[in-house]
């Protein structure tokens, strides 16, 4: 009976520290809901989207309603005029016709920024050794699409678009002496009260 339970742990434990065990590490997923299921379905429908033809009506058709899609954020000509004349060296004369227009309509003039993201986070490697914080590695992936549209007299004036179409990050932490590693500070502080 102890021969059994002692091989057992022994299995167990050799399981878990030949990084097998790589399953009952942690992961996350990071999502902002949206219409599109990958960073190209985004991008086309921004494609889509033609300047001085597309009104606010055809805007929501293609998925960037302000009022139903999440994260979507209403700016307005004060935030432009921040974004894009951040310092007095830069000049109306020198931006998109679309800005000026925007910038001179004051009130009558918005624009809708979007952030949408799908970003898977898992850990990978030994499970001891990433449990006492020795060593971890983390695998970052996924996708992450903006897009900025400036409206005047409900038209699309100006757009803007950005990203990153395929996240893949690694990221390693390595503390040779684990959860003593941190503790420096707490024995220098205790260290120092005695004294």
């Given at each position: 009976m102890i021969k059994q339970r002692c091989?057992?742990?022994?299995?167990l434990l050799l399981f878990l520290l030949n990084g097998c065990g790589a399953t009952l590490l942690p992961?996350?997923?990071?999502?902002i809901r949206s219409p599109w299921d990958s960073f190209a379905g985004a991008k086309h429908a921004f494609d889509q989207i033609d300047v001085y033809e597309t009104d606010m009506q055809g805007l929501q058709g293609l998925g960037f309603d302000?009022?139903?899609?999440?994260?979507?954020?209403?700016?307005t000509y004060l935030?432009?005029?921040a974004r894009f004349m951040p310092n007095q060296a830069i000049k109306k004369e020198d931006l998109d016709p679309g800005i000026r227009e925007c910038l001179e309509a004051r009130n009558g003039c918005l624009a809708y920024e979007i952030k949408v993201q799908v970003l898977?986070?898992?850990?990978?490697?030994?499970?001891l050794l990433d449990l006492f914080g020795f060593k971890r590695k983390t695998n970052r992936s996924g996708w992450q699409f903006q897009a900025l549209f400036v409206v005047h007299n409900?038209?699309?004036?100006?757009?803007?678009?950005?990203?990153?179409?395929?996240?893949?990050?690694?990221?390693?932490?390595?503390?040779?002496?684990?959860?003593?590693q941190d503790s420096g500070d707490a024995?220098?502080?205790?260290?120092?009260?005695?004294?």
């Open positions: 091989g057992l742990v022994m299995g992961s996350t997923r990071d999502t302000p009022f139903s899609l999440a994260n979507m954020e209403i700016l935030d432009i005029m898977n986070s898992e850990r990978r490697g030994n499970v409900d038209f699309v004036v100006y757009k803007l678009w950005g990203g990153k179409p395929h996240v893949n990050e690694t990221s390693l932490k390595k503390k040779p002496l684990g959860p003593l024995v220098v502080g205790i260290a120092k009260t005695l004294l």
